[in-house]
């Protein structure tokens, strides 16, 4: 199966900075790769998505950037506030598959 | 639309005792899925479904059985509870498969 990697692991910025996360995948044939933010004690919930016949693809201070020849994907933030501090999972899913693989999270902390 | 629901919240269970989590979802989505949610290993996928009468197993099955008897429930068994089945059990569900996934609130289980 598909194996995600993400990096890194916890990200403190201070507020008004942007925040960047990096998630790598094994396999080619991998075209659908979702973001989730889950805040603490709840949820995981969808907030940006990315299909590999489009190389960004941005949703007001959020953006996703897609590499597929590096076999890589992004996760970016501007302009963070505090109610960006939640743990973000990136996943990735196989062209002819159904599931999901998730990345281990990145705990993201918004320094006031 | 209540969305996606688990049932229980909370439960406490004792080495070698059994019990079954409820999912439902009012979405009259076709795919449904089970993942555990341990630190540091992000969200690891249990089994899922892709229809009514269909289960597969996914990333982390043993241990686990589930069942689809109907299209909008998807039950998760453990037939003889362990220490290390100690999660967050989420469910989530989907329209369809690649696309975006809905999760229940989460159940947190502890196997003692």
């Known amino acids: 199966g598909e194996n995600v990697e993400q990096h890194p692991s916890t990200l403190s910025v201070q507020e008004g900075d942007s925040a960047v996360i990096k998630c790598t995948y094994s396999?080619?044939?991998?075209?659908?790769f979702p973001w989730y933010k889950q805040e603490l004690g709840k949820r995981p919930q969808l907030i940006i998505d990315?299909?590999?016949?489009?190389g960004e693809k941005k949703d007001q201070r959020i953006a996703v950037t897609l590499n597929k020849t590096a076999k890589h994907f992004s996760l970016h933030i501007t302009e963070t506030q505090p109610e960006d501090s939640a743990v973000y999972f990136c996943?990735?899913?196989?062209?002819?598959?159904?599931?999901?693989?998730f990345g281990a999270g990145t705990t993201v902390t918004v320094r006031a | 639309n209540a969305g996606v629901t688990q049932t229980p919240k909370f439960r406490v269970l004792k080495t070698g005792q059994s019990m079954t989590l409820l999912c439902a979802q009012d979405?009259?989505?076709?795919?449904m899925y089970w993942y555990r949610q341990d630190p540091g290993m992000g969200l690891r996928l249990i089994h899922y479904s892709v229809g009514e009468g269909t289960t597969a197993k996914g990333e982390v099955p043993d241990g686990y059985n589930v069942s689809r008897l109907k299209k909008q429930n998807f039950l998760l068994g453990l037939e003889s509870a362990a220490p290390s089945q100690t999660s967050v059990y989420f469910c989530?569900?989907?329209?369809?498969?690649?696309?975006?996934?809905?999760f229940g609130p989460g159940t947190r289980l502890t196997v003692l």
């Open positions: 990315i299909r590999s016949n489009v």
């Open positions: 996943a990735a899913s196989l062209s002819n598959d159904y599931k999901l693989s």
């Open positions: 989530a569900s989907s329209y369809v498969g690649r696309d975006t996934q809905y």
């Open positions: 979405m009259n989505h076709e795919y």
């Open positions: 396999d080619s044939a991998s075209n659908y």
